[in-house]
């Protein structure tokens, strides 16, 4: 197999490229944005790739042969771990290949011969990471969109970005919808998002900052020492805080604080061989009145972690996501997409380690400059 990156202004230049060098055989792996590095050769980076026919074997004269040499047990071993690692990257490469050929199937015969700009807008989301039919349902609605209101000169860029914008769900609060009590919230996810380090932030922005009295509570009795974090977290910043091991302890200390002007609940990270020891925890904060419960997700991770993330934390019926570490992605697609799939509001959007700079309500207006710089700018340059 030959794969090789063209590049060119428009992603159908590239493409074009492609098939004059390779044949018209050649096959699209994947089209994106060129990375800053090479983004002097051309705006877009095509890899196509190339299966050559095999040919009819020669035919080999009869030999003797020789008896197989017996190899030493750690060679042998040696041989097959570099077979299976060889074998393991194939099917990634496999796997990327078969997404990237479905993403692309919608390209070609079904761009509108009057529109153009259609293809490079089309990349401009897939480049983000956004699901591929989702990108397909926003853009014929773009479409769809523009063609009603072209007696009023709309651009077909901008009914793209109204489309985008019309599927972003923001809720930036910790109350539970339509509640007049005080605000109590739980945070749940898997190991290692930053449901503490996201809880230090909440208390400061949403609880010192607003003069409200502040109770912290952690049920994190699985790691050794889980609740130290949390309850250094809180004397730092002069708040009541409790460790509790049962449901039937939390049920208590929330009636005992329930004058609190917020409370917030730190919950152990779950991984996937958890699940059955999270049921109790899930039943009680999904069935409790004024709770809203958070998902917490890391943007950087691959869509497919991420549904799988989702579907085990629906036993607890989260209210919200808040997505942390945007500092180590470049593409918000994937988040985007979860949020649009699971018709979920973000909440809040955590931007890196520091307390409690590094967090900030979901708006709009962030998110689709996160999806789309480009037309944030062109917006805010026409404003």
Known sequence: MRIK?????????????????????????ESRRAPLEARHLGEYEVVCAIVPEAGPAAPVPAAPVP??????????????????????????QLDVMGKTITRSAWSG??????????????????????????????????????A????????????????????????????????DAPPVAALVGPPGAGKTTTIAKLAV????????????????????????????????????????????ALAQALEEHRGKGLILIDTPGYGPHDMDRAADLARFLSTRPNLSVHLVVTASMKSADLIHVADRFEIFRPASLIFTRLDETDCFGTAFS??????????????????????????????????????????????
């Open 148 to 179: 009603e209101r072209q007696a009023s000169g709309a651009r077909l860029e901008d009914a793209v970005r109204a489309e985008l914008e019309k599927r972003i769900l923001v809720n930036a609060t910790l109350a539970e919808a339509g509640s």
């Open 338 to 383: 979860l949020a649009v799939r699971r018709a979920r509001p973000i909440s809040f959007l955590g931007t890196g380690q520091e307390i409690p700079e590094d967090l900030e309500p979901a708006t709009r207006e962030r998110i689709v400059g996160l999806l789309w710089p480009e037309a944030l700018r062109a917006v805010r340059s026409a404003a």
């Open 109 to 146: 015969s079904r761009w509108p011969a009057d529109r153009p700009e259609l293809p490079e807008l089309h990349a401009r989301l897939m480049a983000a990471d956004i699901d591929g039919e989702l990108v397909e349902q926003m853009v014929d609605a773009a479409c769809r969109r523009a």
């Open 67 to 92: 008896a197989a040499p017996v190899r030493p047990a750690a060679e042998k071993a040696a041989e097959d771990v570099r077979l299976a690692r060889e074998l393991s990257e194939l099917r990634k």
């Open 205 to 248: 922005t949403c609880g010192i900052s607003a003069r409200r009295p502040l109770q912290l509570f952690s049920m994190d009795d699985y790691r050794v020492a889980g609740a130290d974090q949390l309850r250094s977290y809180a004397a730092i910043l002069g708040a009541g805080f409790l460790a509790l091991e049962t449901v039937g």
């Open 5 to 29: 990156s063209f590049y060119a202004a428009t992603v159908e230049g590239a493409v074009a490229l492609a098939r004059r060098e390779l044949g018209p055989e050649a096959i699209l792996v």
